[in-house]
């Protein structure tokens, strides 16, 4: 699977079972938040990532194996 080097990037800082909002991987990366949001969501697509909640409580988590 194809990933862009902003994609890995949000897989390197996101620890395994620990949820982020989208505000604080924008600021862990350094992207606005609603570029950083687009690209949860595509990792969210990819099934890399889960979604929890809606809206402003919305956090993502990456899956534990």
Do not use: F
């Amino acid at each position: 699977m194809m990933l862009s080097e902003r994609h890995q990037q949000i897989l390197v800082i996101m620890e395994a079972g620990v949820e982020y909002s989208a505000e604080q991987v924008a600021e862990k990366i350094g992207l606005k938040g609603p570029r950083t949001r687009q690209l949860l969501n595509e990792l969210v697509n990819k099934e890399l990532l889960a979604c929890i909640g809606t809206t402003k409580r919305r956090r993502y988590i990456m899956p534990v194996d």
